[in-house]
């Protein structure tokens, strides 16, 4: 499967010439993305280069100015957040984002809300549960009260219950201890070989260029390099800038 | 012990009303984080339409059910024309719009049903006064109170296992959770609001068709005493918080029945006022409030 060349694979998420921002001021000015079907992209940047905004963009929390977002080849254009997550795009929210209050079986339960009835929910929250066992064990507690790396697995694992398409992951090294970063980019290798299709926000690039397939990096609202993973980890200007020198 | 058991019954009666229109409250300030005082006004629509429904059949539960379902479509009308378009801003502009809808709509049954003097509801079988006898006490009850309690009971067993149970209250407790989170899992969060609306009012319907069933009268203006308790009622059980919005409305129902009956009257606002004073001076976030609740 790697040696098929990504372009003649399927675009899950199709991003063209896409500009947005917030009221008039323009944040992204016209960027190509593309994730196709399988893989994880990783989107790289600096604090401030527009990473969360274009996320927003494409997920419909932000109007797009210009430009396209296709999931599966489907204009999203008139599709409002709500339609769009319903559509199969799953994100994890920057700064983990539980639900505090909610037990860790709610949470799990509110990311298959877009697929409430499915009869197949049960079995994924099995599936999650069995993928990390510890919020089995505290299934009953209120997520807020979790480990900040807990709380990480419990936001993945409430993302995939809707067996989405294409699952965003904003930044989810955000703040938790190295170890634990580790631990949760296993998990998201493990994404991969289960056949999930991942782009992945980050701004440690050095471990999202290890998991990824291709990447893209973001500097003030533009892409200025894209390539496969290992291409971009031996540029100099990602190695000067993103890398510190290593 | 006589004394006793006949005020705590009344107060159980009084404060299961206090509850529904509580446990509404605490629904709305914890999905749309608004100051919401048009609740008064939903409760009488509904208390009007019991009336109707009354008068033209004398079934109490088609009182009921006419009375909840009016009052719920009404709150989705208050959500559309005062709340919804000032999502978001100030909440002191929610509490003018608020206001605003609630005195339109009193004033608009005072000036077309019998200019606003106070009816009776028809005294038939709800005013019909049961005896009890417990181990040499006798209790009284009329047949309306025994069904403020039975419906009251009925009625938040359903909330509950709605908000616990279904999909809808799941999503409702998310979007007061975190209303950006939910949206983020593919919640509408404007319909989510408008659902929590319409059973807030539904609850607030049931109540005024259970209040024209034990007072004497009702009239446009009869819900706006008992929103103001429900407002304290919902601080001293907790912003947000369901079960602390039932035992506050029954706590506060018979304090005043007890203060009524072994002292006076007219010191039955003034005990239960200062009861809900003193706990919520120890405990600021109420009886079963978990953390401060603003959140901006």
């Known amino acids: ?246 | 012990m006589q004394i006793f058991l006949q005020q705590f019954v009344n107060g159980l009666t009084i404060g299961a009303g206090y509850a529904l229109v509580a446990v509404g409250f605490t629904l709305i300030f914890g999905v749309l984080r608004v100051v919401y005082l048009a609740h008064s006004a939903v409760l009488v629509v509904g208390a009007y339409l019991g009336l109707f429904a009354l008068d033209w059949s004398g079934s109490i539960p088609l009182a009921l059910a006419l009375g909840t379902v009016g009052a719920a479509l009404m709150g989705l009308v208050v959500e559309r024309v005062a709340l919804r378009p000032v999502a978001g801003q100030n909440h002191l502009i929610s509490l003018v719009t608020t206001v605003s809808i609630a005195t339109v709509i009193q004033e608009t049954l005072r000036l077309s049903v019998q200019h606003g003097q106070p009816i009776s509801y028809p005294t038939g079988a709800a005013a019909v006064l049961l005896r009890f006898h417990l181990g040499g006490i006798e209790l009284h009850l009329t047949v309306g109170q025994l069904a403020v309690m039975v419906v009251t009971l009925v009625l938040v067993v359903a909330l509950t296992l709605l908000v616990q149970r279904t999909w809808m209250g799941r999503s409702i407790r998310a979007v007061a959770d975190n209303p950006t989170i939910a949206a983020m899992l593919g919640v509408r969060v404007k319909a989510v609001s408008a659902q929590t609306v319409a059973v807030a009012s539904a609850l607030a319907g049931a109540a005024g068709v259970l209040l024209g069933l034990t007072l004497p009268a009702i009239d446009p203006y009869v819900g706006e005493h008992l929103q103001f308790k429900a407002l304290a009622v919902v601080l001293f059980g907790g912003l947000g918080s369901v079960p602390g919005a039932v035992l506050g409305g029954l706590l506060l129902g018979l304090v005043e029945a007890l203060a009524a009956g072994y002292l006076e009257t007219s010191y039955r606002d003034l005990f239960a006022f200062a009861a809900m004073v003193l706990i919520l001076t120890f405990r600021p976030a109420g009886l079963l409030g978990r953390r401060p609740v603003e959140r901006v």
């Open chain 1, 1 to 246: 499967m790697h040696d098929t060349t990504p372009l003649s694979r399927l675009a899950v998420l199709d991003v063209q010439g896409l500009t947005c921002g917030y009221g008039r001021t323009e944040i992204i000015h016209g960027v190509d993305l593309r994730v196709h079907q399988g893989e994880i992209v990783c989107l790289i940047g600096n604090n401030g280069a527009g990473k969360s905004t274009l996320i927003k963009a494409v997920i419909g929390a932000i109007p797009t100015l210009k430009g396209q977002v296709r999931l599966r080849g489907e204009d999203l254009a008139r599709q409002d957040m709500a339609a769009r997550i319903g559509r199969g795009i799953a994100v994890v929210p920057e700064g983990r984002g539980v639900l505090a209050q909610l037990s860790v079986a709610d949470n799990l339960l509110m990311g298959g809300y877009v697929r409430r009835g499915a009869p197949w929910l049960d079995e994924e929250m099995a599936r999650i549960y069995a993928l990390f066992p510890i919020l089995a064990e505290r299934r009953h507690q209120a997520a807020g009260t979790l480990s900040g790396g807990e709380q990480q697995m419990l936001v993945i694992g409430r993302a995939l219950m809707s067996r989405p398409d294409l699952l965003i992951l904003d930044e989810p090294s955000f703040g938790l201890a190295p170890k634990i970063v580790e631990s949760i980019f296993a998990v998201i290798e493990g994404l991969r070989d289960a056949g999930n299709t991942v782009l992945l926000v980050e701004q440690n690039a050095r471990i999202a260029l290890r998991v990824a397939d291709r990447g893209y990096v973001l500097a003030s609202g533009r892409t200025i390099l894209d390539g496969p993973a290992e291409r971009l980890s031996e540029d100099t200007t990602v190695r000067d800038i993103y890398l510190g020198s290593g």
